[in-house]
């Protein structure tokens, strides 16, 4: 008896639990995206030059880049990404 | 040092900067002020005015005077090894070779430039402490005036970037809290160096600003010309916030005539120096000349 307790006790801290992290990370995903979206401002401002975009003085740039590794990475991607979908339309004004 | 003031001769190319600090340094150091005379200027003529070869360290040239010759594109260069050698430390391999080649064209981008001159600029203030007054002979008027302007401009992108950077900083502390049930207090190395930036440029931005700290002598010849860049560069100054402390007239010959309603003579001291019968090289002739009685250097030296 004592053990289907704790047992039961167990699943319902479990329960608990994991109703717990859902409705956290629920509750910080807009903030997240948020946060990913100013960052990525960030880095096109500051590490713009590196892509084709108009930066700051060099130096702020460069002071800055030892440090800034996953936003240069993160935005780099993102420059990839967003180039595909230009480069596809316009191979298809060459097909035509 | 907070005490050691700092003078810059700056001027339309070949009116006579390097001639002039030279002067003045040299006026400075016969009445026992302690300077140090450095050229910024890529031209570098002060080892022709002073017919001896100078490098980076400075050299004794006369009683209280030393000259040194800074070597921009080494500053630019150190510069840059620095950040590639941080570069290779923080980052995986791949990213660090990727940007190498980034960095190799760097020097060349605008604003560089003056970059260095800052850094040689910092370098000599920091190191030789025990001089009154430090005597720069600066580049052409372009670079002069973007040198000048450096620390107003990068402060403007420096704030806005740590506003931004501080609004980051805030929503992952609460998405931290929010998540861990807990905060969690984050260095931010990107905060920090953008503070240092910060530091670093209203120090430079500060100095250049008090006269008490700071003079800028701006060098021109009786014509119109010269007058007219003086003006442009005299324009630009009041826009930055800097005031210019003397005119300096350089190579003032007998029936020289001047626009004598310029702006630039009723706003400012006016120091004329006559031009000289004989070529201003070496120690020797540089003192014949300043032993000259209508050699007026006076309203330059306000130290002490």
């Known amino acids: 008896m004592k053990e289907h307790c704790k047992t039961v006790l167990r699943k319902i801290r479990n329960g608990y639990r994991f109703v717990d992290e859902m409705h956290r990370v629920k509750a910080t995903e807009r903030l997240e995206w948020e946060t990913r979206e100013l960052e990525n401002i960030f880095a096109l401002l500051t590490l713009g030059a590196f892509v084709g975009m108009q930066a700051p003085p060099m130096h702020i740039s460069l002071e800055l880049l030892p440090d800034m590794e996953k936003e240069l990475v993160y935005m780099t991607n993102r420059v990839s990404i967003a180039n595909d979908p230009l480069a596809e339309l316009f191979s298809m004004f060459d097909a035509l | ?304």
């Open chain 2, 1 to 304: 040092m907070s005490n050691q003031h700092y003078y810059f001769h700056a001027g339309k190319g070949g009116v006579g900067k390097s001639t002039t600090s030279s002067l003045t340094a040299l006026h400075m150091a016969r009445t026992d002020n302690k300077v140090l005379l450095v050229s910024l200027d890529p031209a570098h003529n002060q080892g022709d005015i002073f017919d001896t070869d100078f490098t980076e360290k400075p050299k004794q040239v006369a009683e209280n005077l030393q000259v040194a010759q800074a070597d921009i594109d080494k500053w630019i260069a150190e510069y840059l090894k620095g950040v590639e050698d941080q570069l290779k430390a923080n980052y995986t391999y791949q990213t660090a070779f990727n940007l190498e080649k980034h960095l190799s064209v760097v020097k060349h981008s605008p604003g560089i430039e003056e970059y260095g001159l800052l850094l040689a600029f910092q370098h000599y203030r920091k190191k030789y402490t025990d001089v009154d007054a430090i005597v720069f002979d600066m580049p052409p008027t372009a670079l002069t005036t973007k040198f000048f302007n450096l620390p107003t401009l990068s402060l403007i992108w420096l704030e806005h970037l740590l506003e931004l950077r501080q609004e980051i900083m805030k929503k992952k502390e609460i998405i931290t809290k929010i998540q861990l049930g807990k905060k969690e207090i984050e260095t931010d190395k990107v905060t920090r160096k953008l503070e240092q930036q910060r530091q670093f440029f209203t120090e430079m931005r500060d100095i250049f600003q008090a006269p008490d700290r700071c003079s800028i002598n701006l060098v021109v010849n009786p014509d119109r010309l010269s007058f007219a860049e003086a003006e442009r560069i005299d324009h630009s100054m009041d826009e930055m916030g800097m005031r210019l402390t003397n005119i300096i007239m350089n190579k003032v010959a007998e029936g020289s005539t001047w626009d004598t309603e310029s702006p630039l003579l009723s706003r400012h001291n006016v120091c004329p120096l006559p031009l000289s019968d004989y070529p201003l090289i070496g120690r020797p002739s540089l003192d014949i000349y300043l032993e000259q009685e209508n050699v007026c250097l006076e309203p330059i030296v306000t130290h002490q």
